[in-house]
C-alpha cells in the first residue's frame, strides 16, 4: 500500500516547487536557482525523521539554500514565519534577529523598533534605546 503520508506529501510539494515550471510557486524556487537534493523519498526521511506534529512543516533553515542535508527542518508557522526572506534583520550584540524576534526579546512591539528605524535610528542605536540600561542576557 502507497499510503500519502504528511512526510511524503511534504517530500512531493517541496520536490514539485523545485523542478516544475507550472508548479505556481516554482519562481518563488525553482526559479530562482533552489535545488532539490534529497536523492529519494528515503533519503529525505533518513535526514529529516518523522513530523514532530501536526503544527510542523518542512522549511529550509537557509533560506537561499536547496533542499539538501543540513539545511531543512520540520518548523512551527512561527518559526517559518520568522524565517522568511522578506524579514528585515538587526545584529546587535552579536546576534541576528528580525524585527518581531528582536520586539519579543525587547517586550516591545515591532512598530516601536521600526518607527525608530524609520526615524533614522541604526539597529544598535534602536534597540539600545528601548531596552535602556537594562542588561542584555543573550
Given at each position: 500500500?502507497?499510503?500519502?503520508?504528511?512526510?511524503?506529501?511534504?517530500?512531493?510539494d517541496?520536490?514539485?516547487?523545485?523542478?516544475?515550471?507550472?508548479?505556481?510557486r516554482?519562481?518563488?524556487?525553482?526559479?530562482?536557482?533552489?535545488?532539490?537534493?534529497?536523492?529519494?523519498?528515503?533519503?529525505?526521511?533518513?535526514d529529516?525523521?518523522?513530523?514532530?506534529?501536526?503544527?510542523?512543516?518542512?522549511?529550509?533553515?537557509?533560506?537561499n539554500?536547496?533542499?539538501?542535508?543540513?539545511?531543512?527542518?520540520?518548523?512551527?508557522?512561527?518559526?517559518?514565519?520568522?524565517?522568511?526572506?522578506?524579514?528585515?534583520?538587526?545584529?546587535?550584540?552579536?546576534?541576528t534577529?528580525?524585527?518581531?524576534?528582536?520586539?519579543?526579546?525587547?517586550?516591545k512591539?515591532?512598530?516601536?523598533?521600526?518607527?525608530?528605524?524609520?526615524?533614522?535610528?541604526?539597529?544598535?542605536?534602536?534597540?539600545?534605546?528601548?531596552?535602556?540600561?537594562?542588561?542584555m542576557?543573550?
Amino acid at each position: 500500500m502507497n499510503q500519502r503520508t504528511p512526510e511524503k506529501q511534504a517530500y512531493l510539494d517541496a520536490r514539485r516547487r523545485c523542478i516544475n515550471p507550472r508548479c505556481q510557486r516554482y519562481e518563488s524556487y525553482g526559479g530562482r536557482g533552489i535545488e532539490f537534493k534529497y536523492s529519494s523519498f528515503e533519503a529525505f526521511m533518513a535526514d529529516m525523521g518523522p513530523r514532530p506534529s501536526k503544527l510542523h512543516s518542512l522549511d529550509r533553515i537557509d533560506v537561499n539554500g536547496h533542499y539538501e542535508p543540513g539545511n531543512c527542518r520540520w518548523a512551527t508557522m512561527r518559526e517559518q514565519t520568522n524565517n522568511r526572506r522578506t524579514n528585515r534583520l538587526l545584529t546587535f550584540a552579536g546576534q541576528t534577529k528580525n524585527i518581531s524576534a528582536w520586539a519579543g526579546f525587547c517586550r516591545k512591539t515591532a512598530e516601536a523598533i521600526r518607527n525608530k528605524l524609520r526615524n533614522g535610528a541604526t539597529a544598535e542605536t534602536a534597540l539600545t534605546s528601548i531596552l535602556g540600561n537594562a542588561q542584555m542576557t543573550m
